[in-house]
């Protein structure tokens, strides 16, 4: 390009097409905005298990109309605990595993890594991300 045709033509900016496009002052870029997140099992099931009393009804396979009445004295949760623990104390060793595994934790579990001709046994590890220092990285 010569001298003389860059001081006929101004210079424009690359995005003034989009300028017609842009948000008007005042006005939101989302109107309606974020759309509603839907229930999950999850969410449904901490819902019903967080409840005093639960009323149901579905149609069975026959296409009877089915209602049940569920309540408890404080929440489906605790229902369920107690449950299991009357399971546990007739002896039930799931039942017992189940109590043992939520009230004192899973047990540790470790493996045994074969490296450079050594067996390296691996109990409960714990991983920890530390940042980098910029020496570190080279």
Known sequence: MTDKQSEEQPK???ADHLKK???KPGQSGNPEGRSKKEKTFSDTARQLLEA????ITFKSNKGKEKR???ESSQNFYHS???ALLMKALKG???AIRELAN????LPKQSADIKFDGFIL???GVEIDKFPQKDADRD
């Open 80 to 82: 369920l605990v107690v």
């Open 21 to 23: 496009h842009q948000f």
């Open 92 to 94: 039930d060793v799931r």
């Open 12 to 14: 424009r900016n690359p």
């Open 102 to 105: 939520r009230t004192d934790g």
């Open 52 to 55: 005093k009393s639960v009323d």
């Open 121 to 123: 046994k691996v109990v």
């Open 68 to 70: 049940i009445h569920l």
